[in-house]
């Protein structure tokens, strides 16, 4: 088991799904894990569940999307913890859509939260990250964000995004001692996704054909991503930095 003992780790949008299933292996491994995101209440059911497997943790809560918000956490948060030792930009939204049926506030919504949101939350920590020499800094890209994917425009538009966001950032701050890497899932199964199934008409048969795009015929459980978080957020991982990390059950291995 990787250990966190002694960091300080803040997971964005870990109040549901892949966040909380990191914030829940980050406070195991042993860290202080700020469990921030725009829903209190999901924000208390993963404090709550992280309190009952032994392990402690605060709620923060936190819109991305508000710069001036996400600068007051961080120096909150340097004021009581010093620097953090991981960042995980994990919160983002999904949306389904051709450019012919996404519309221009459909586009600058997911902009908004999924690329300007992680650039807020960065620019607020990174810099106590590189002037104590440490760190992890950890995003949620996707499958979507190495390749393209049918009917989903302004996500994959965005998923792209991150993964050169992590590239640039690994490279300008390489000699720092910040590394930072992205994960790229293929579909896993959380609200995120059943959300999207909604909109099918048939969400059985969506559910079964989203399943058949991993070539090992299943989505993921949340678990299995942060299994990945906890490796590069750990010390064991301290050569690797600009990755883009793929999880995805094969989808991007080749044709099948
Ligand atoms: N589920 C998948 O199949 C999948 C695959 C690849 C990548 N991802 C990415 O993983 C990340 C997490 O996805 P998930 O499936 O766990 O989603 P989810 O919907 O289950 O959880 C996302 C969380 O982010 C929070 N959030 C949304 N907007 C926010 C904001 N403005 N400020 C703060 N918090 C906000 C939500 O309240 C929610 O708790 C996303 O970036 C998503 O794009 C998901």
Known sequence: ????????????????GIGAAIAEVFAKAGAHVLVADLDAAGAARTLAIIRSSGSDAETVSLD?????????????THAARGALDVL???????????????????????????????????KAFLPAMISA???????????????GLKDRLAYAVTKHAITGFTRCLALDHATSGVRVNCLCPGRVET????????EYPDPEAAYREMSSTQANGRMAKPHEIAAAALYLA????SFVTGSALSIDGGWTAGMF
Do not use: Q, W
């Not at 991305?64 to 909150?76: F, G, R, Y």
């Not at 020499?133 to 950890?138: F, L």
């Open 191 to 198: 609200p995120f996704v059943k959300a999207r199934l909604a």
């Open 133 to 147: 020499g440490r760190g992890s800094v950890i995003n949620l890209s996707s499958t979507a964000g190495l390749e």
């Open 1 to 16: 088991m990787f250990s966190l003992k002694g960091k300080t780790a803040l997971v964005t949008g870990s109040g549901s």
């Open 88 to 122: 995980v930009n994990n919160a983002g939204i999904g949306h389904v859509g051709t450019l012919l049926t996404t519309t221009g506030a459909d586009f600058d919504r997911l902009y908004a939260v999924n690329v300007r949101g992680a650039f807020n939350v960065t």
């Open 64 to 76: 991305i999307t508000d710069e001036a918000a996400c600068a007051a956490l961080a120096a909150k």
């Open 234 to 237: 750990s010390d064991e991982s």
